[in-house]
């Protein structure tokens, strides 16, 4: 059941999310198929499953179905959660990023904002504005290690940069008081609030 339901999506037969009027909706028939399937073979997706499903991600519409399949995975590898998270990257819409994101975070937790941290430097613009939109969707405890690599790599940035855009980008992801800064960070972080 699962290789036809596969093979119909891939063949653009049937859809896990269509658009229509601009709108997108779940059509749960095909869903339920996929649903069934893997409620009742749970297991780890393989390489060659990863690879196959990696095709999806390329597509407008049949990126769709992965948000949907990945409720039903028990687990993954960490490759095919940056594919993924890869693919949120590139969704400008903010209300449907999260998708990308969601199940990754129940999956590897922090690693998918470290993966976020590590990607954005050297990243396209468009890129960065994609990353920018995951950091809402994905938390970082302030006492912790990578929330500080967050703030000194926004820090950066945002002087290194002339790009006003991407500094407006920065500043919606930087706190606004001293006091939510690590002390590691308080000489970069006075300069950034004093500007």
Known sequence: MYEKYLEKVLLREIFPQSIRYGRFFSESQNEGIFTEYFQVNPRRLNLEEERYLSNFLKGSISK??????????NDYSYEFMKTVVDAGIKIIDPSYNNLFVISAKELYK???SEYLIERFPGSSMNDKRGIFRLFYWVSFDKTS??????????????????NQELRKY???NLPAEIDDYPDSLNVEAKKYLER
Do not use: G
């Not at 769709?64 to 995975?73: M, V, Y």
């Open 145 to 162: 290690e990578l929330y500080e690599k967050k703030l000194s790599m926004l820090l950066e940035e945002y002087f290194k940069t002339k």
């Open 110 to 112: 922090a690693k998918v």
């Open 64 to 73: 769709w179905f992965i948000p949907h399949f990945l409720k039903e995975i």
């Open 170 to 172: 920065i500043s919606l």
